[in-house]
């Protein structure tokens, strides 16, 4: 899964461009830059890859996450629903937005259940946040209808599947935002980065100035730049962008890898008693970073996890009791712990969505499911003994 894996001369040749311009910065210093836009090509890259109108790149997922929140103007008293199986981040920035995170339980997708999140919607409801986990899609088709019948805002966390699609069409383009992360571990990385995309035009307006302290970006005078709104500094360097840059460009050999010893290990294991793979709406989508399977029972996922682990099966993740990516060990979320008293402390409204939320069919599905993470370093020696392995295990 992680782009670093195929570090290479492409990511040297474009931060040496930078380097040798000495100029970091996203904005200004024009005459330095030696031609050199690095953030601006990413961008530009981004469009053309999902066929969006707009695409803005940030300092990471969480501050593309908090940017979409602020483009779709959702804020105090708002209620934006949310999968348990995601990672804490989102949550976080919902909270910290001064909305409300609405946990709706998953379905054997791993992702947001439809029924469930039709039966959550409220009054207050403002968006739903599907979330595309461990390189896989939603039955983002049926979520993307309720939103729309209920004129309800859908948002993408695409963090962990760039470049899965359903039907043909990019993960991140069936909502009015789709976020990407580019962290160090992300199938493409920046090192540290994020975007968003989206065919709005006042929706990226908003988004880039709220990066930059609201900077409106007219004229070619920043300092005489005006400022709308109240924004943060989700910049991304010049360095940042350049390495993703780079590695967008390999997406296409990533995928290719990741889907080919995704198969070769679900071909070895898929004659095991037991074991019942994740349901995928649009297999010929799917963008491999994981390999999820589920096991009958809860004694036997962690049984195997601590199993597989014992006989050198590394990158085998028992979410369940993971403390960033499942609610059930998210204890700082439940008791609202901020450095200063959050909107939803204050007001008192929510409260019960997050500290009394019954989420047994999520529960079910992921205390007996492990996930395998797809590596692009491993040789065809390796992918037969960590079948070898697994089978034994799990056999």
Not at 137 to 154: G, K
Request: glycine share 8%; proline share 3%; with cysteine.
């Amino acid at each position: 899964m992680p782009g670093f894996e195929l570090f290479g001369h492409e990511e040297r040749k474009e931060v040496g461009d930078v380097l040798d311009s000495g100029v970091l910065m996203r904005y200004g210093f024009d005459a330095a830059r030696q031609g050199h836009w690095k953030t601006q090509e990413l961008e530009q890259a981004l469009k053309d890859r999902f066929g969006v109108q707009h695409a803005h790149v940030c300092s990471s997922g969480t501050a593309a996450l908090s940017t979409a929140l602020a483009a779709l103007r959702i804020g105090v008293r708002d209620e934006v629903i949310v999968p348990p199986f995601t990672f804490v981040a989102d949550v976080e920035m919902i909270l910290l937005a001064g909305a409300v995170p609405v946990f709706v339980d998953i379905d054997e997708t791993l992702c947001l259940d439809p029924q469930a999140v039709e039966a959550a919607l409220t009054p207050r409801t403002k968006a739903v946040l599907v979330v595309h986990m461990c390189g896989s899609m939603a039955h983002i088709d049926r979520l993307q209808e309720i939103c729309r019948q209920h004129r309800v805002m859908l948002l993408e966390d695409v963090a962990q599947a760039i470049g899965a699609t359903h039907k043909e069409r990019p993960l991140g383009t069936f909502g009015e935002i789709g976020c990407f992360s580019f962290d160090y571990v992300k199938t493409v990385t920046c090192g540290e980065g994020g975007a968003i995309i989206t065919n709005e035009s006042e929706v990226w307006r908003v988004a880039q100035a709220f990066t930059d302290h609201g900077h409106d970006h007219l004229g070619t005078d920043r300092g005489a730049e005006g400022h709308e709104y109240l924004g943060a500094n989700y910049r991304i360097s010049e360095l940042n962008a350049a390495v993703g840059l780079a590695q967008l460009r390999k997406l296409d050999r990533i995928l290719a890898i990741q889907r080919a010893h995704k198969q070769f290990l679900k071909d070895a294991l898929g004659s095991l008693p037991g074991v019942q793979f994740r349901t995928i709406p649009d297999p010929a989508g799917d963008s491999a970073t994981f390999l999820s399977f589920m096991l009958p029972t809860e004694d036997d996922a962690r049984q195997a996890a601590r199993q597989l682990a014992g006989a050198g099966v590394d990158g085998c993740f028992y979410w369940y009791d993971n403390n960033w990516h499942y609610h059930r060990k998210w204890d700082h979320v439940k008791q609202l712990k901020s450095p200063g008293r959050l909107p939803i402390q204050e007001f008192g409204y929510g409260k019960n969505s997050i500290t009394n939320r019954s989420l047994t069919r999520s529960d079910a599905i992921m205390s007996r499911t492990l996930s395998l993470l797809i590596k692009l370093s491993w040789t065809k020696e390796a992918l037969q003994e960590r079948a070898e392995r697994m089978r034994s295990v799990l056999g």
